[in-house]
């Protein structure tokens, strides 16, 4: 019985993902952070109402700032429920926040929301250290995909069917 609640606290739950984001960019390295939401919004963003699509992470003040992402108004919220597009606060260790400061303005690298999730009760963002894509990267990508999706299919049905 406490092995069943432990393997619950530790799972992870994907709330959001960025799907463009691995379309657009390399993803070099994944960090996790913690976000700095309200209560509506945990609550908002826990029942799967919001959206990654055109977030990026900035730096001001010496602190992580991911922009662009949209959590809806929680509905039953009312005074509580704080503006849908604001900047929120990612919370990173000051030594993590350097490096990846260091590596956004030295090399060419962009900070990319991933996804939002749970660890626990808590609401996580994966980060990724991106670069980004030519048009002629994501062609082979697609290429790639599809020429996988084939082979998929004729090990499904033994070979039998050729196009």
């Not at 993902?17 to 908002?44: M, P, Q, W």
């Not at 030295?106 to 900070?111: A, M, N, Q, S």
């Not at 996804?115 to 963002?125: H, Q, R």
């Amino acid at each position: 019985m406490v092995n069943q609640m432990s393997d619950k606290k530790n799972e992870n739950r994907t709330l959001a993902e960025n799907r463009k984001a691995r379309h657009d960019y390399f993803v070099e390295e994944v960090f996790e952070a913690g976000i700095a939401l309200c209560g509506t919004e945990v609550k908002s963003v826990r029942a799967g109402a919001c959206n990654l699509k055109d977030s990026y992470c900035d730096l001001k003040d010496g602190e992580l700032y991911a922009v662009g992402i949209h959590i809806s108004p929680y509905e039953h919220g009312n005074i509580f429920n704080r503006e849908p597009m604001r900047d929120r606060k990612l919370l990173l260790h000051k030594r993590e926040i350097m490096k990846l400061v260091g590596l956004v303005t030295r090399e060419g690298y962009t900070l990319i929301p991933l996804s939002l999730y749970l660890k626990g009760s808590n609401v996580k963002a994966a980060i990724g250290l991106c670069k980004g894509k030519h048009s002629y990267d994501k062609r082979e990508d697609i290429a790639k995909r599809d020429a996988d999706r084939l082979i998929e299919r004729h090990m499904k049905d033994g070979g039998k069917n050729y196009d």
